[in-house]
């Protein structure tokens, strides 16, 4: 979605996030039995993924491998940096978009031009461009499973 003011630009992006190789997504229903108009309880699994050895080659199995076995590089970086408990933490996914975008962004030209400011918000990714012609751009990523 998006909308103009006279001097800004306001966008609503949603962003869908799938599970990388060797995890799912799993939503888990409310205390009613039924799935929650939001998704709030996203348990994400492990799978095996001993079958894409042969096609992977030197990737470990998260599953069958214990993780104190696994390299340090081969442990779920998912599980380590997205999650609570086994649990998606939507906290910890919008720090990581944010840090992603900063750095993102440092490597754009248009970054010469305009200011990037991030705004507080624990749910989405929200941040402010505002370029040289006092032109506001206001965007609101939004993460969907």
């Known amino acids: 979605a998006w ?63 214990h993780e104190d076995k696994l390299p340090k590089d081969q442990r779920s970086v998912v599980l380590r940096t997205l999650c609570t408990s086994s649990y998606l933490d939507m906290q910890k996914v919008t720090c990581w978009a944010q840090r992603l975008l900063r750095s993102a962004w440092l490597l754009l030209p248009q970054s010469q031009h ?16 505002i370029g040289t012609a006092n032109m506001t751009i206001c965007t609101e990523i939004l993460f969907a499973v």
């Open 114 to 129: 305009c200011q990037l400011t991030m705004l507080p918000s624990s749910q989405s990714c929200k941040f402010l461009l």
């Open 3 to 65: 909308s103009i003011q006279e001097s800004s630009i306001d966008y609503q992006l949603l962003v869908f996030l799938r599970p990388p190789p060797g995890h799912s997504f799993h939503l888990e229903p409310d205390t009613t039995g039924q799935l929650p108009a939001r998704p709030s309880n996203i348990r994400v699994v492990l799978e095996c993924v001993c079958w894409k050895k042969q096609l992977l080659r030197g990737t470990l199995c998260f599953l069958h491998h």
